[in-house]
């Protein structure tokens, strides 16, 4: 019996590693057989996501209110959702949604409505200061942003005395995909004395529920 041995890889757009496939061919009295193998060859690794790649949910999100509107302010993430340095960032959509109801809160079909979009550029400066710390002979990997670059802000103008609001910061990537929300606030308004409840969403409750949970 002579033994061939060949290996054939598969190649697939945006993999992150190729997968490989072997085969063997096997003569044997003249007859020619194929013998496949799927595995083993090479480690398969899933392409990254645009969701993994979007950026981690905001930082330290306070909210002020005044007399006449709503504070929001926030530090930015300088991870992705895998916890990873974050490679892109657009912006952030500030969204409200009013509560009319009992059960509002958390009625799917009771939507936010987008108040605005505050831009963010901390991953072009990041990336200008640590080519500047290149051509001057530094590191450039450890060059982070000034923490000032890193906080922004948003005032909304149109709440109504009396009613009450659901409010969330949702941060953007340059290609559109919306990365974590980590809290959400309430608010009754009544201008500088308003109510206000700050709770985690529910993708980081659902998270700290899983990460909590006994060992079966």
Known sequence: MQVISMTKFSRSRGEAAQGRMCFCWLVSGGILFVSFILSGCARYRAPITPEELAPAMVENLTVTT?????????????KDRRGKELKSVEG?????????????????????????????????VRESLRKEARAAGKIGRSVKVPDEQMKFSFSDTSPVFGKTYVYQVVPQNQGGTEGQVGQLVKIVFQGAQSAVVTTVSDEIANQQTLTTQPAQ
């Open 66 to 78: 005044e007399a006449r509107g709503v504070l929001l302010t926030w530090v930015a993430s300088d």
């Open 92 to 124: 952030y959509s500030v969204e409200r949604k009013e509560l009319v109801r009992r059960g509002d809160e958390t009625d799917p079909e009771v939507r936010f409505e987008k108040l605005g979009f505050v831009k963010d550029s901390h991953v072009e």
